[in-house]
């Protein structure tokens, strides 16, 4: 994953954080389609800390 990919994955965190934050705000925080956006979120937030982390290992790999 390249750096711009990285970019694009935050933008796309960024964007479903402030969806989520206002789908709790009009339909309470135990609603499906809020759960459904933090789920959705909690995917893509794995995916960013798991490319980052490979990122810095492979940075810092002894060669």
């Not at 933008?11 to 956006?37: C, D, F, P, V, W």
Request: hydrophobic share 35%.
């Amino acid at each position: 994953m390249v750096y711009t990919e990285l970019d694009k994955l935050e933008h796309s965190i960024k964007k479903l954080r402030n969806e989520m934050i206002q789908s709790a705000a009009a339909t309470g925080i135990n609603s499906h389609r809020t759960i459904y956006y933090s789920q959705k979120l909690d995917k893509l937030i794995m995916i960013y800390q798991k490319e980052t982390r490979e990122m810095v290992f492979n940075r810092n790999k002894i060669i």
